[in-house]
């Protein structure tokens, strides 16, 4: 293992000297290539070290109980025990840190919701986890970006299109793609009967140009007059996108802001971060009789979660984790339920290598 430490140490040393480069930002592409990587390892290379120097330190303890100075062994005898067990949990964390990361987790993240299955009430709760969601980002200090939204005539929303922005994003909200379900009593339900409705998310890695090429001959783009409210603008300036990629045939429509220019780029984000997922979904199934885990698959068919309003409730159905949270949940406060994912997620990784 120590040599394996030194490595990923020489490592993250040239690539912070490869940053440290004059012209290095020239090409910014492979310049923000570099500072993910070396990011990325931060936290290795800090328990390395730490390990490194608890190792060594042990080794000489050693060597000193086996030499002829009685003085010297009765310093160190005491000393030994403490490193070992000190040694052993170090050990335990860098088997987690050492599992290989997934390349997307410190991007920016896409993040699509849409009323499911329960009419109007399925469109309340779409809005529900659309705020969740927001006030989760707002905890973690990350930015957000309305791509499209379509709000529903009775309340909530049909769909919506958001991109989170800040590091990590997409690795601490990728386990949330699925059917999220939810049991309450609608407020128009007079018998006072529970009622079950659904949502879906799903959580896309923002692909970047390096990421995905997307060719200008594969696409189709048509213009259209944006609907609804605007004001004037609305309906007499065809300023909304459609985009298909002929190859797939994905589309995708943005017609939030006023410049067709700006509706353009949204919908090509949203494109090429869909294009990504199709590669991305052929990856899991590839690996999918290597690792055998709910948690990873990023199924947006399985139903991963039910929130129960009138018991206060809410069961993640992969881990058989069950909160009585439901308030705190749903105003954002989802460490606890993702970091248990994670954890599940960890112990699938480490049972596979």
Request: hydrophobic share 35%; aromatic share 4%; net charge negative.
């Amino acid at each position: 293992m120590i040599d394996k430490l030194h490595t990923i140490i020489t490592r993250y040393d040239e690539l912070a000297d490869l940053m440290s480069q004059p012209g290095a930002m020239q090409d910014m592409k492979a310049f923000t290539k570099l500072a993910r990587e070396h990011s990325g390892l931060t936290e290795l290379v800090e328990h390395s070290k730490k390990y490194i120097y608890t190792y060594e330190q042990l080794q000489e303890d050693e060597e000193i109980l086996n030499g002829d100075d009685p003085e010297l062994k009765e310093l160190v005898k005491d000393e030994i025990g403490p490193l070992k067990e000190d040694i052993a949990k170090q050990e335990e964390k860098l088997k987690v840190l050492l599992i290989p990361k997934d390349p997307n987790d410190n991007k920016n993240t896409i993040l699509e919701i849409r009323s499911g299955t329960g009419g109007d009430e399925a469109a309340l709760f779409a809005g529900n986890l659309y705020r969740m969601y927001l006030r989760y980002a707002e905890r973690k200090n990350w930015k957000s970006e309305v791509m499209t939204l379509h709000e529903n005539e009775g309340g909530g929303v049909k769909e919506v299109i958001v991109t989170i922005i800040g590091n990590g994003a997409y690795g601490l909200l990728k386990f949330e793609s699925g059917v999220h379900r939810v049991q309450r009593i609608p407020e128009t339900e007079s018998s006072g009967r529970v009622h079950t409705s659904a949502a879906t998310v799903a959580v896309l890695p923002e692909a970047e140009d390096v990421d995905v090429e997307v060719n200008e001959s594969d696409l189709k783009i048509d213009t259209y007059r944006a609907s609804g409210a605007g004001g004037q603008h609305v309906n007499k300036t065809e300023s909304a996108i459609r985009i298909t990629h002929n190859p797939t045939g994905l589309v995708v429509t943005c017609q939030d802001e006023t410049s067709q220019h700006k509706n353009r780029d949204k919908a090509m984000k949203v494109l090429r971060s869909r294009l990504y997922e199709v590669e991305m979904e052929k990856q899991h199934k590839e690996r999918a009789d290597a690792r055998k885990s709910m948690v990873s698959t990023g199924d947006r068919s399985a139903k991963i979660r039910t929130y129960n309003f009138p018991q206060g409730r809410v069961t993640d159905h992969r881990i058989n984790l069950t909160l009585y949270k439901l308030n705190e949940i749903m105003d954002g406060d989802l460490s606890e339920t993702i970091e248990a994912l994670q954890l599940e997620d960890q112990k699938a990784a480490m049972e596979a290598v």
